[in-house]
């Protein structure tokens, strides 16, 4: 199948289980297609974890859950070595953090030292153990969530952590429509066990590969970098933006352009994203009200490239 046909098919299968939350699918598809993770912080009840398991649910590949709590361990995610006493020798037992999409259930909930297991995971595809590397599969996304407002029992994550999160995004409640739908349609069938795989493992890693191919002109390039050196200098900013993050705005901005049918990147494509891409890698300064605001006047600011933005 080609590539627009894919994604309107894996958004299809989303929204069948959240009604009315377009925009959020199309960030985790996004994220999914540009390589990166996804946080999901918002409120309990609001489809945060229905989220992760319908992208995982609508692609036919490998999906683990993990269920952070304090008594977690890192060996609970990257795997352990065990004796085989029958072969005399130690042998590697995977964790959980080897599939396709792995689902981090309340990420805050487990301690720092089981956090950092995730760090080297998720910025290089690969985990070291005993010494030993393994190589993680392709694709590979975690789709973590989080409760922003609850800090009893709770770990926030360090800032090394949040910047190897492409997206950071909210839920937000449903409008009087939907919930009136799901109340009525939810008595007794969960639509997630009814929701299929529409796309192979073979589908999204060649939408992935296609998504690389998305031109991206030099004033678009210069625009996400302008962006990111504003946030390094903003007076309201203790802490800017890292190159990641100029990277990683680049490489959703391509995705998102490729699943909005064009091979070509627009200005919009990067304002649409640095409100989820920029704000949760930020530290305001003390008294600089909250750092989305910074983020918008940063962009309001900030030139817009004139000209083409097409290949020639």
Same mark, same amino acid.
């Given at each position: 199948m080609d590539f627009e046909t894919v994604a309107r098919a894996i958004l299809g299968n989303i929204e069948k289980v959240l009604a009315g939350k377009s925009e959020a699918a199309e960030a985790a598809l996004v994220v999914l297609l540009a390589e990166g993770h996804l946080l999901i912080e918002d409120v309990p009840g609001v489809g945060k974890t229905v989220l992760a398991k319908a992208l995982g649910r609508s692609v036919d590949c490998s999906v683990r859950r993990i269920q952070f709590t304090p008594d977690l361990l890192p060996s609970d995610i990257t795997g352990v070595s065990v004796y085989n006493q029958v072969e005399r020798e130690f042998e590697f037992k995977p964790g959980a953090v080897f599939a396709n999409i792995v689902i981090g259930d309340e990420i805050n909930r487990a301690s720092p030292k089981t956090q950092a297991a995730l760090l080297e995971a998720m910025e290089e595809r690969q985990v070291t153990v005993d010494g030993?590397?393994?190589?993680? !599969?392709?694709?590979?996304?975690?789709?973590?969530?989080?409760n922003p407002f609850e800090m009893e029992g709770t770990y926030a994550l360090p800032e090394a952590q949040r910047d190897?999160?492409?997206?950071?995004?909210?839920?937000?409640?449903?409008d009087a429509a939907a919930e009136l739908a799901m109340v009525r349609g939810r008595d007794s069938d969960n639509p997630l066990d009814e929701l299929d795989a529409v796309a192979t493992i073979d589908d999204v890693q060649?939408?992935? !590969?296609? !998504?690389?191919?998305?031109?991206?002109?030099?004033?678009?390039?210069?625009?996400?970098?302008?962006?990111a050196q504003a946030t390094r200098v903003h007076p309201d900013l203790r802490l800017g933006a890292s190159p990641r993050a100029t990277l990683q705005l680049v490489r959703a901005a391509k995705a998102r352009a490729a699943v909005q049918g064009r091979d070509f990147v627009l200005p919009d494509d990067v304002d649409v994203l640095v409100p989820v891409v920029l704000p949760h890698r930020l530290i305001p300064m003390r008294g600089a009200g909250s750092v989305e605001d910074v983020v918008a006047r940063i962009v309001a600011e900030t030139p817009v490239p004139a000209g083409t933005v097409q290949p020639s």
């Open positions: 030993t590397t393994y190589t993680l !599969a392709r694709p590979f996304t975690v789709v973590a969530t989080q190897r999160f492409m997206a950071r995004i909210s839920m937000g409640y449903p060649n939408m992935i !590969a296609t !998504a690389r191919t998305v031109y991206v002109s030099p004033a678009v390039e210069q625009y996400a970098v302008d962006l």
